[in-house]
């Protein structure tokens, strides 16, 4: 079982910078692979980033390219998602996730956090 809990969201204008943290309690949290998702009001959650096990692979999804970056500390459980340049459209709540690392690419994750408010105004 591992517990996740996000921080770091806030209400900030379009340009500014966020850091999210997600720190994670449980065991073997180094053999999950980690991912943010996002939800905006009246839409579906999205993927946004995801980060493999040992760090060494990341994927961001094409609208946050170029302005976001998802980061893991094993040694402090804690996995990162540095946003830069943000625009009104980005205004979500945001959700980490962990994910066994066997397990197959398009499988659920397996736990989630509850979520941190990022508000970006014009």
């Known amino acids: 079982q591992v517990q996740l809990v996000e921080s770091g969201g806030g209400l900030v204008q379009a340009g500014d910078s966020l850091r999210l943290s997600c720190a994670a309690s449980g065991p073997l949290f180094s053999g999950y692979n980690m991912g943010w998702f996002r939800q905006a009001p009246g839409k579906e959650r999205e993927i946004v980033a995801t980060v493999n096990y040992d760090g060494g692979s990341t994927i961001h999804a094409d609208s946050v390219k170029g302005r976001f970056t998802i980061s893991r500390d094993d040694a402090k459980m804690t996995v990162y998602l540095q946003m830069d340049s943000l625009k009104p459209e980005d205004t979500a709540v945001y959700y980490c996730?962990?994910?066994?690392?066997?397990?197959?690419?398009?499988?659920?994750?397996?736990?989630w956090g509850q979520g941190t408010q990022v508000t970006v105004s014009s």
């Open positions: 996730a962990a994910r066994w690392r066997t397990k197959a690419t398009n499988s659920p994750y397996d736990f």
